[in-house]
């Protein structure tokens, strides 16, 4: 299954540049990287994201995760995915840009198609 990683282009870098994250302050403080499945990852957007432009959409495929993937109940009681170790940039199956157009963030074509 394919889960979803939104970055801030600084810390995609991070990620390219060191070869893991622990993530964005927010995956700091909760201890742990916070993902979305592709039935989350609009709304996770729209919610944590509103007017941010300079987002990667990151692709993650669950079987590269192990036992450290944790699916937990959180926003609207739904199950999530959560990461209990750094992201390695070869957990990475793709990453493209999550670009805002009116106000609205534009996934790229197909990716939920892809989760397979």
Known sequence: MIIYKIFRADEWAHLRTQGETLGAPVDLADGYVHFSTAGQAEDTAAKHFAGHDDLMLVAVDTDRLGDDLKWEVSRGDALFPHLYRALR????????????????????AGYAEAEG
């Open 89 to 108: 940039l070869g957990d990475v199956v793709w990453a493209q840009p999550l670009p805002l157009k009116d106000g609205t963030h534009r996934f790229p």
